[in-house]
């Protein structure tokens, strides 16, 4: 019998045959390059199965069969031997079997004591000292928030409005923009399940590196009173642990496609720290109800790359008007290697995006674009594994992560 039909025989693969072979669990002859597999081949195969479904290690079964080999189990006592090795194995099971009932009765323990957790955060919305801050994005004109309801320090809904015709509604504390692309964007978000369960622990702990990295390189300063940027945070979000104990009196600003991220985003911040001043703004072209030269601060968590994926011009640039002279960026953007297939595929996958993108250039462009320089980065690392969600991802290529800080140029 050859290696083929023996492996079908036993419904396992050849490369498991191979490797019975390596580990001398089986012995065929050999003629040439091929195998060839006699009736004491099959009856040790019949044993393997055996032992593996009775839990026993190939090392284990190794022992017995080299057993078998030497004894052919005749003598009493040889049969004896054979029996203990089955009582001391089942002894171990029995052992295992207390363990994993221990772990069993914790598990029912603790999805019990989850079920009981009961989620309490404070409500929030648009923090009244926001107000002096909102602009029309076309005439920079003050917007008027008219049919407020507030509540505490804030504005749970109502609307902003401008004599130009500019509108933006509060709803739950969130502001929604007329400003929303027509061009199709991704279906999930970070906290969706489905995009968390399409994104490898490789690429998570690579842009934890970068999360770190920036937060070190924040708490070099006092950010207190200064507004601090945040856009497209779909793809990712600077994590709300880190970012309530950077500066509690900084206002924090989160733009984002979604409601629905907004809204999680919002009840993670909320269940930290509360009493943060934290804006949030649905909004996906940048065209932001805010007065020009207002930000301070910007982080780029793979920001400035989502936006890129559909849209043509770069982030920075558009977001501009709204920058000081001393504002600062930190962040992190991931790109290949120049000709790497994963360039291609993301051209056909996202035609409307920017033709940097995800490249090593784009970085640089981006930063000039907004009249920034960079001041510091590191390579971070990469993965060859990303995950299915980004779907551009060519097999085993190397997306790396680079961190940064960049600042203004002086003549700006």
Known sequence: ?????????????????????????????????????????????????????????????????????????????????????????????????EKINRSLQLLDEKIESVHKINVRTAETGVPLLFLSMFYCPHCQEALHATDAFIKDQYVLKGSLRCTCGYEAAIKDGIIVTPNLSTLPQNEHYIYDQQMIEEVTPSFISLLEKGNQWIYKKMLRNDYSNKVILETNVETYVFPPKLLYSLSPSALYVFCGNKVEMLRKLKRKIEHFNPKLNVLYIVNSQLDLPFKHQSIDVVIDVLSF???????????LEKLSPYFKRETAIFGYSIFYEKNAQSNKRLWELYPNGHIQNIQSSFLGSNLTSGSFKLKESELLGYTENPGEYIDYHYKNEKLYCMAYAGARFQHV
């Open 305 to 315: 790359n989502d936006f890129s994926l559909f849209n043509d011009y770069l982030p």
């Open 1 to 97: 019998m050859k290696i083929g039909e023996f492996s079908r025989k036993f419904n396992v693969t050849i490369d498991t045959v191979r490797h019975y072979i390596e580990m001398g669990l089986l012995i065929p002859t050999k003629e040439g390059a091929h195998y060839f597999f006699d009736s004491t081949c099959i009856a040790d195969m019949e044993l393997i199965v055996k032992l593996k479904r009775l839990q026993f290690t190939l090392q284990e079964i190794h022992k017995v069969l080299s057993l078998k080999r030497v004894t052919h189990f005749v003598d009493i006592q040889e049969i004896d031997y054979y029996l203990k090795v089955l009582i001391e194995k089942k002894q171990d099971l029995l052992k295992e079997k």
